[in-house]
């Protein structure tokens, strides 16, 4: 019975020590850099999939031409960002729109976004 009791408490000792680990490597963040693609000034949203529940990092955040911002996401289980961006143009004239998925990110990745098509509205 003793045998049994140290084999469980160190199975459960280990199994915390994971617990840890991963919610220690869940709170860290990554920094990357929002580039706008284009020279029109854009308005953009950018999601972090890896954060539970996935949200955004960036809502409707203004990116002049050629500019860019820093964004934090957090990185997934192997280290690496994962985010959903929608941009769109902010004149009236020429609306354009853009959005795309990026796996893969690393610490102080650039992401390019643009807005290179036309825009689709909801019913």
Request: glycine share 10%; net charge negative.
């Given at each position: 019975m003793i045998a049994y009791g140290n084999k469980f408490m160190r199975i459960l000792g280990l199994a915390l020590v994971l617990l840890a680990t991963r919610d220690a490597f869940g709170d860290d963040t990554m920094n990357i850099r929002v580039y706008n693609d284009t020279g029109d000034e854009i308005v953009v949203t950018v999601y972090d999939m890896n954060a539970r529940p996935p949200g955004p990092v960036l809502?409707?955040?203004?990116?002049?031409?050629?500019?860019?911002i820093p964004a934090l996401v957090t990185p997934g289980l192997e280290g690496d960002g994962h985010v959903r961006w929608s941009a769109e143009t902010t004149g009236t004239s020429f609306h354009r729109c853009g959005h795309a998925e990026r796996r893969r990110l690393f610490n102080d990745a650039m992401l390019h976004v643009f807005t290179d098509s036309d825009c689709v509205r909801g019913h």
């Amino acid at each position: 019975m003793i045998a049994y009791g140290n084999k469980f408490m160190r199975i459960l000792g280990l199994a915390l020590v994971l617990l840890a680990t991963r919610d220690a490597f869940g709170d860290d963040t990554m920094n990357i850099r929002v580039y706008n693609d284009t020279g029109d000034e854009i308005v953009v949203t950018v999601y972090d999939m890896n954060a539970r529940p996935p949200g955004p990092v960036l809502e409707r955040q203004t990116i002049d031409g050629f500019a860019w911002i820093p964004a934090l996401v957090t990185p997934g289980l192997e280290g690496d960002g994962h985010v959903r961006w929608s941009a769109e143009t902010t004149g009236t004239s020429f609306h354009r729109c853009g959005h795309a998925e990026r796996r893969r990110l690393f610490n102080d990745a650039m992401l390019h976004v643009f807005t290179d098509s036309d825009c689709v509205r909801g019913h």
